[in-house]
T-cell receptor, first 116, second 112 residues
Framework: NAGVTQTPKFRVLKTGQSMTLLCAQD?????MYWYRQDPGMGLRLIHY???????AKGEVPDGYNVSRLKKQNFLLGLESAAPSQTSVYFC???????????????FGPGTRLTVL | SQQGEEDPQALSIQEGENATMNCSYK?????LQWYRQNSGRGLVHLIL?????REKHSGRLRVTLDTSKKSSSLLITASRAADTASYFC????????????FGKGTMLLVSP
């Protein structure tokens, strides 16, 4: 099993350009997440999905859009990139949570994005 | 906003010593999790402790949780150079399902 994979690994954009980051998981997980990690800030949740066709906003959703058309894929889009979006982006997935059912998150290797 | 705050921000020890990291949080939680991140890599789950548990062990890891003080600690015994990494606590709180909120992490350096 590959686990959680992310494409691409690195990307440099110019301000105003758009791009899509792809996350794929082969663990049949219901839940998927997009985080950004900035120096000294830890991980902050951008958007997440609790199932195919559903998405929800996290802590820092502005400037990003997501789609979950297939259970195994979670796409993160930047419509008009800004230098403030320079960061390392991590995708994660997990089994569903429930009453007293808690599950760990499995992370991808990250995408390092620089916006000039 | 960040829920968990780790302390210290950085820790440097020798191989064989124990490493203790602390995490404080602000609101009630369902569970608290610890993750490790090696440089340039994704996070890896280490251990999960539920709000009704006070202590949990996994190999060389020992986690404690004090909900009255809203704090947790992660102890790594007999540290190895391979334990060099950043360690993050993450809390899941509220009623029903809630997402994880990560702290800023403790950077651990274990020297041979």
């Amino acid at each position: 099993n590959a686990g959680v994979t992310q494409t691409p690994k690195f990307r440099v954009l110019k301000t105003g350009q758009s791009m899509t980051l792809l996350c794929a998981q082969d663990m049949n997980h219901e839940y998927m997440y997009w985080y950004r990690q900035d120096p000294g800030m830890g991980l902050r949740l951008i958007h997440y999905s609790v199932g195919e066709g559903t998405t929800a906003k996290g802590e820092v959703p502005d400037g990003y859009n997501v789609s979950r058309l297939k259970k195994q894929n979670f796409l993160l889009g930047l419509e008009s990139a800004a230098p403030s979006q320079t960061s390392v982006y991590f995708c994660a997935s997990s089994l569903p949570a429930g009453a007293w059912v808690y599950n760990e998150q499995f992370f991808g290797p990250g995408t390092r994005l620089t916006v000039l | 906003s960040q829920q968990g705050e780790e302390d210290p921000q950085a820790l440097s020890i020798q191989e064989g010593e124990n490493a203790t990291m602390n995490c404080s949080y602000k609101t009630s939680i369902n569970n608290l999790q610890w993750y490790r991140q090696n440089s340039g890599r994704g996070l890896v789950h280490l251990i999960l402790i539920r709000s009704n548990e006070r202590e949990k062990h996994s190999g060389r890891l020992r986690v404690t949780l004090d909900t009255s003080k809203k704090s947790s600690s992660l102890l790594i015994t007999a540290s190895r150079a391979a334990d060099t990494a950043s360690y993050f606590c993450a809390t899941e709180g509220g009623s029903g399902y809630s997402t994880l909120t990560f702290g800023k992490g403790t950077m651990l350096l274990v020297s041979p």
